[in-house]
Structures are given as C-alpha cells and as structure tokens.
C-alpha cells in the first residue's frame, strides 16, 4: 500500500507560533512528527489494527490541527526562528551606577566555557548548565565529577524532590537522576521558554510572551494564561501555586485550576527565588522586593543596579542579590544592606546560599565559590581575600548526552518492572511488580516508551499528591 503524507504548518507574526505537524499513514501505521519549523522534531509512531483505522485517526487529527490554523505547506519553504536567549550582560565600570570597589572572598572558580544560567547546590554536589548545553558537577572541594552534554542551552538546573531536572533551549526537560540524562517533559513547540520550575511532577513554564502555564506528568496542559506583562523571567511552584515574575511584578495561580490568586505591582522581575514561605522577585528598579506566599508585601531590597539574580537563607537570615555591574550584596532579614563586594568573574545570572557560601553562575560562564561566613565578608572589606583556585574539567571524563535507548537485562531482581501500553492514542505506562497500584499511570522518559515493551527502574515512588508514580533512577529494557 502507497504511503500518505500531509504536511502542515501554522507561523503567527510577531513572535508567535512558528510550528509544523505532519502525518504519515503506511498501510496500519501512523507516524505523526512535530515541532518548531526547521527542527527535527518529535516523533509519535501508533500501529492499529488496519489500515482503515489508520487513515481515520489520521484524518481526525490533521482536521483538529487545520482548525487551530494550520494549513498546508512547502516543508523547507520557511526558515527556522532562532530561540530568544537572554541578551544581558554587564556595563563597564564607567557606568553611572558603579561597581564594587573591593573583590569577594572568592574560594574557587570553575570555568565552563559559555555563560550560564542553571545552577543547582546540596550537601553533596554543585552543578552548573551553561548556554552551550554542558552541565557540570563538582564537590564542594571543587572536584569535577561528572559533565552531561544536552542539546542546547541550560536555561535552569531544578530539584522537585528526589529528582533533578534541567531545563533547556530545545524546548524540552530534562532528567538527570540517573546516570543517563532522559526526556521527561516535551514543552509545547510554541512556547519559547524563560524560565520554569517543578513541584510533585507539576511543570510551571514561564515564556517569552509573558505566559505562563502548568504542564502534568503526562505532558499535558493543567492551565495556561497569558500573564498582564511581558518578558516572564520568574516562575517558582510549590504545593499549592505557581508563582510568576514578569514586566509588571509578580502573580500567583492556582497550580491546579490557573485562577490567579494575587498580583503585586514592581518594577520588571528579572529573577526569581522562593523559600517555603516567601517569595523574592529582583527587578530591573534595583530592587529584590520580598513578599509572603499569600501576597503580602514585607520587605523591599534596595541595591544599585538592576538585580539579574537574588537568594536567600533558608531561615531568611540574609538575603543575597546580583546586579548589572558585577557585584553581590547581602542583607539582613530587616533590609539593612550589610555588604557590596565585586564578583571578580561578571555578573551573576543565578545563584544559592548554601552552609555560609554563596555560589553563583556568571556572564563569563564561572561557578564561583564564595565564603559568606561573616569571619571571610570583614576580611574581604579590608582588602584581603584569599587565593582564588582556579578549577578545569579534566580531559578524562566524557560528557553524557541523553539516550534513546538503555541497557538490556534479562532478569527483574532488584528493581520495580513497569510496562509501556496504547490509551486513547498515547503510549502510557503502569507497573506490573505487585503491591502497587495498577491503575496508576507513571512519569517516565518519553523518549523511550514503546508500546508492550517493560523495563526495570531502580525505584517507583508515589507522587506527594496521590493518583501517579514517579521513577526513579537507572532503567533498563527488559528482554
């Protein structure tokens, strides 16, 4: 039987959608392909019983896409949309607003070779994503681990619980819980992402349009809004809300229905940074203004240039910010500004407190280590500040990327068998292991489902909320 193709795109000016969907129909098989114009895109193969089935699933799904706008088109004829990347970088010193006159106590410096924005620190590892895709970890002692390499720009490094994910330019998320990065979220093609964060398997997604939007497990849209401003920088979820940062200040939503909840007016949020009852939003007026969860203004920052990042301790003790100009301040929880020092490395796009060190990723793609330590901070001041280590990856190690497939094994023992099926059209997963729930559905890399094929997981664990599984660690295909 000859094979059927129908080729579609939908392109808005200004900016907005620039995407393509085509279908593919070979005998019983159909192949739907789609994403930006000029990607390769994503790839959804579904096999039916006939090839009457075949043609009319097809033929429903490109009428669903020829109702939203899509229409036929040369595939080749329009080019690709370049991806919007953070145009910020620092002035020089012969700015009106000036930078510090003296150097942090910078303890070590690892140097990534492209600027950066992911940064993600714990007890026991410091990592760094930088505009070229590389993904770096170290100890705290400033030794390189391990480096992934992923497709395109790191745009944020997020934990949500046990796991670890990486947004990034490609439009996609994702997991680095494993010792093999996989696909854990696709992010709608349209969507040029800012920003985003995850809590219990939720995905909040901020855009370049000033939308924002909450995304489930399975890919799907919770909500999505369009935000009262532009330029959404901030995104930061929790149990109960999405909070976003945008030109116009800062609006939470519901995470489950998107009802906005509350909004405050600042100057246009640059960065964003929560802790469990507190919000911080670092605006383009040289502000970090601080608000309660449920809206209350509390505090107001006041630094010298516009703030690119900001943090705090856990306790909300200190605040941190990072300006326009290379340099760093800390206050007290009171707002009292209790220190300005130069970076030394560029400006800081994001950073985190952590045990009296202040990290921080730059224009010039360092992780720099800074002791915060009160001892350290009063040195500094007088002008005397310690060696800088200076750190580089070593040649030996290898850069993971992320895989479509994995390892084979033969035999289950030691880990949680969960089994890829067909529903309504999508690829699913459950696990079969007994003493778990069957009627659940899994979070699971959607690069390498296929339908009736099992794996083994190193664990499955239960979402906070109830109704779904998360895996957990390596996986491997079970033969």
Same mark, same amino acid.
């Given at each position: 039987?000859?094979?059927?193709?129908?080729?579609?795109?939908?392109?808005?000016?200004?900016?907005?959608?620039?995407?393509?969907?085509?279908?593919?129909?070979?005998?019983?098989?159909?192949?739907? *392909?789609?994403?930006?114009?000029?990607?390769?895109?994503?790839?959804?193969?579904?096999?039916?019983?006939?090839?009457?089935?075949?043609?009319?699933?097809?033929?429903?799904?490109?009428?669903?896409?020829?109702?939203?706008?899509?229409?036929?088109? %040369?595939?080749?004829?329009?080019?690709?949309?370049?991806?919007?990347?953070?145009?910020?970088?620092?002035?020089?010193?012969?700015?009106?607003?000036?930078?510090?006159?003296?150097?942090?106590?910078?303890?070590?410096?690892?140097?990534?070779?492209?600027?950066?924005?992911?940064?993600?620190?714990?007890?026991?590892?410091?990592?760094? /994503?930088?505009?070229?895709?590389?993904?770096?970890?170290? +100890?705290?002692?400033?030794?390189?681990?391990?480096? #992934?390499?992923?497709?395109?720009?790191?745009?944020?490094?997020?934990?949500?619980?046990?796991?670890?994910?990486?947004?990034?330019?490609?439009?996609?998320?994702?997991?680095?819980?494993?010792?093999?990065?996989?696909?854990?979220?696709?992010?709608?093609?349209?969507?040029?992402?800012?920003?985003?964060?995850?809590?219990?398997?939720?995905?909040?997604?901020?855009?370049?349009?000033?939308?924002?939007?909450?995304?489930?497990?399975?890919?799907?849209?919770?909500?999505? *809004?369009?935000?009262?401003?532009?330029?959404?920088?901030?995104?930061?979820?929790?149990?109960?809300? @999405?909070?976003?940062?945008?030109?116009?200040?800062?609006?939470?939503?519901?995470?489950?229905?998107?009802?906005?909840?509350?909004?405050?007016?600042?100057?246009?949020?640059?960065?964003?940074?929560?802790?469990?009852?507190?919000?911080?939003?670092?605006?383009?007026?040289?502000?970090?203004?601080?608000?309660?969860?449920? /809206?209350?203004?509390?505090?107001?920052?006041?630094?010298?240039?516009?703030?690119?990042?900001?943090?705090?301790?856990? +306790?909300?003790?200190?605040?941190?910010?990072?300006?326009?100009?290379?340099?760093? #301040?800390?206050?007290?929880?009171?707002?009292?500004?209790?220190?300005?020092?130069?970076? /030394?490395?560029?400006?800081?796009?994001?950073?985190?407190?952590?045990?009296?060190?202040?990290?921080?990723?730059?224009?010039?793609?360092?992780?720099?280590? !800074?002791?915060?330590?009160?001892?350290? !901070?009063?040195?500094?001041?007088?002008?005397?500040?310690?060696?800088? @280590? +200076?750190?580089?990856?070593?040649?030996?190690?290898?850069?993971?990327?992320?895989?479509?497939?994995?390892?084979?094994?033969?035999?289950?023992?030691?880990?949680?068998?969960?089994?890829?099926?067909?529903?309504?059209?999508?690829?699913?997963?459950? %696990?079969?292991?007994?003493?778990?729930?069957?009627?659940?559905?899994?979070?699971?890399?959607?690069? !390498?489902?296929?339908? *009736?094929?099992?794996? %083994?997981?190193?664990? %499955?664990?239960?979402?906070?909320?109830?109704?779904?599984?998360?895996?957990?660690?390596?996986?491997? *295909?079970?033969?």
């Amino acid at each position: 039987m000859s094979q059927e193709q129908t080729y579609l795109e939908l392109s808005e000016e200004g900016g907005g959608a620039h995407k393509f969907y085509e279908v593919t129909v070979d005998d019983a098989t159909m192949t739907i *392909r789609y994403g930006r114009i000029g990607d390769a895109g994503q790839i959804k193969t579904t096999t039916f019983t006939d090839a009457a089935k075949a043609k009319a699933t097809a033929a429903k799904k490109i009428g669903e896409k020829v109702r939203k706008g899509y229409a036929p088109a %040369v595939q080749g004829a329009r080019q690709k949309r370049s991806v919007t990347r953070r145009q910020i970088i620092s002035p020089p010193s012969t700015s009106r607003t000036r930078p510090a006159s003296r150097t942090a106590p910078v303890l070590w410096r690892y140097a990534s070779g492209a600027s950066a924005f992911g940064i993600f620190i714990d007890d026991e590892v410091c990592m760094v /994503g930088n505009e070229a895709g590389r993904i770096t970890t170290l +100890d705290h002692n400033a030794q390189v681990l391990r480096q #992934y390499q992923l497709p395109d720009g790191v745009k944020c490094i997020v934990a949500d619980d046990a796991w670890l994910y990486a947004g990034c330019d490609d439009g996609n998320v994702y997991d680095l819980s494993g010792k093999v990065p996989h696909l854990a979220y696709r992010i709608s093609p349209e969507i040029d992402i800012y920003w985003l964060d995850i809590h219990d398997g939720v995905l909040g997604v901020s855009d370049s349009g000033g939308g924002v939007c909450a995304i489930d497990h399975e890919d799907e849209f919770l909500w999505r *809004r369009q935000g009262s401003g532009s330029s959404g920088w901030m995104v930061r979820c929790d149990a109960t809300a @999405v909070h976003h940062g945008h030109s116009r200040g800062v609006t939470s939503y519901d995470w489950r229905t998107g009802q906005q909840r509350w909004h405050q007016s600042t100057g246009s949020v640059l960065f964003g940074w929560q802790e469990s009852t507190t919000l911080y939003a670092g605006t383009s007026t040289r502000q970090v203004a601080r608000f309660g969860k449920d /809206g209350s203004p509390q505090k107001v920052y006041q630094c010298d240039g516009a703030v690119y990042s900001c943090a705090a301790a856990d +306790d909300g003790r200190y605040v941190f910010a990072g300006d326009n100009c290379s340099s760093v #301040y800390c206050f007290d929880e009171a707002g009292t500004r209790l220190w300005k020092l130069a970076t /030394g490395c560029g400006s800081a796009y994001s950073m985190q407190y952590h045990a009296e060190r202040l990290y921080l990723v730059t224009t010039d793609g360092s992780l720099a280590c !800074i002791d915060a330590s009160e001892a350290a !901070i009063r040195a500094a001041e007088q002008g005397s500040v310690p060696q800088i @280590v +200076d750190v580089k990856a070593p040649s030996t190690i290898e850069a993971v990327a992320p895989a479509a497939s994995v390892d084979i094994v033969h035999d289950s023992s030691g880990g949680v068998v969960v089994e890829c099926f067909e529903e309504g059209g999508q690829v699913r997963v459950r %696990v079969v292991s007994p003493g778990y729930d069957s009627s659940w559905r899994v979070q699971f890399p959607k690069n !390498i489902r296929e339908p *009736r094929a099992r794996y %083994v997981v190193t664990e %499955v664990r239960a979402s906070q909320r109830g109704g779904f599984y998360r895996a957990y660690g390596d996986i491997r *295909r079970l033969i």
